[in-house]
């Protein structure tokens, strides 16, 4: 059974969420950032296809709402691995190594796809806690690592767009909280008191960083690269 | 093994993000010009300093919240937490980046100030409203 403070947290981020896509059309800013406003609104889905099976009787304890959390986790990440992907087009659009730069992260998407789907397709008999946990973390780490290199892009190339600088750093923040918190699960269980609650509040950041760099900036806004870097060169 | 190492790395990667995240929302400001009555009020003229990041945020608390500008705030008095704890631990060992902490904290500053100038234009559009109607 889910707590009131656990489906509070919930609640808001499914509504953040939405604000991500509706700020966007609103600022007309939806076909540009199409892969980041299709993974919002995933998580809506994903949020309402949960509650759907929570409310048809299956408790979150149970062998369906665990396969239905499993698989679309997954397809969550991968959504946010074509979003991560997009940006780093975004960034590397100009540059002649940008077609094998595309590729390689085509690849390594349907790698962690392929690997993500024999993992659980081989574990569906032991889809427990804690492989959940591991599973995770490894599929958060990769986002992590993924982000960190598009990180590096941006500062090589002097990126000056605000939004996408801002989009960048909220996912990478994201990614490196997830990826700690996934991590911190594993090798130790006196924090999970704590942590039930870390990663839902996570999931609320991300998307209120996405809508208020929507509403405060512009696609003209401009940034000074050299304020980006942590000691100045 | 494996969990240590990625808890490790992602703890590193957070602190970075972290501050290019603060550093991206100070640099957003850096180019807003305050106004005449804000600079009178926080005494920042030339340039902020560091310790003027305290006052203007007790002079962020008069004013009416500007909901865009909450979550800018948190983050970067987070950021400036950090860096003071840093200036009086780590930093100590490390004397050459004093300089770069301090700039670091007037850059709060200025952002704490930048905040409060929108926020009492904030409140003197939503009293014009209130005189309309």
Redesign the interface.
């Known amino acids: 059974m889910l707590g009131s403070a656990t489906l509070a947290i919930w609640y808001l981020g499914t509504a953040l969420e939405l604000s991500v896509v509706v700020c966007s059309v609103a600022r007309k800013s939806f076909l540009r950032y199409f892969f980041l406003n299709l993974y919002m609104l995933l998580s809506v889905l994903t949020s309402v296809g949960r509650w759907y099976l929570i409310l048809s009787g299956f408790g979150v304890n149970t062998d369906q709402y665990r396969y239905l959390y499993f698989y679309t986790d997954a397809l969550l990440t991968l959504a946010l691995y074509v979003a991560v992907i997009s940006l780093f087009a975004d960034v590397l659009g100009e540059l002649h190594f940008a077609k094998h730069l595309r590729l390689a992260a085509v690849v390594l998407l349907l790698g962690t796809a392929a690997f993500s789907y024999s993992v659980v397709a081989q574990s569906a008999d032991r889809l427990s806690t804690d492989f959940a946990y591991q599973l995770s ?1 490894n599929l958060y ?1 990769v986002g ?1 690592v993924l982000t ?1 290199l598009l ?1 590096g892009a941006v500062l090589k190339v002097r990126e000056t767009r ?1 939004r996408l ?2 989009f960048i ?2 996912l ?2 994201y990614f ?2 997830c ?2 918190s ?3 699960k ?2 130790t269980d006196r924090y999970d008191d704590i942590l039930k609650y870390v990663d839902p509040l996570l999931g609320c950041l991300l998307p ?2 996405w809508s ?1 760099t929507i ?3 512009t696609e003209e ?1 401009r ?2 690269p050299a ?2 870097v ?3 060169r | 093994m494996m969990a240590v190492f990625i808890f490790v790395f992602s703890v590193t990667t957070l602190l970075m993000f972290f501050v290019s995240y603060c550093r991206s929302l100070m640099a957003s400001s850096s180019r807003h010009v305050l106004s005449e009555e804000v600079r009178d009020v926080t005494g920042i003229h030339s340039g902020a300093s560091p310790r003027d990041y305290a006052r203007v945020m007790q002079l962020l608390q008069l004013c009416p919240e500007r909901p865009q500008d909450t979550t800018g705030l948190h983050a970067v008095g987070a950021y400036y937490w950090i860096l003071n704890f840093a200036q009086a631990t780590l930093l100590r060992m490390v004397p050459a980046l004093q300089p770069w902490a301090e700039q670091e904290r007037a850059g709060c500053a200025y952002f704490a100030a930048v905040a409060l100038d929108r926020r009492i234009a904030f409140s003197r559009e939503m009293l014009a409203q209130q005189v309309d109607l």
């Open positions: 973390q780490f992590l960190y990180w605000t600088v801002q750093l909220s990478g923040l490196s909280a990826a700690a996934y991590a911190l594993n090798f209120l960083a208020l509403l405060r900036h806004t940034l000074a304020s980006l942590v000691v100045p």
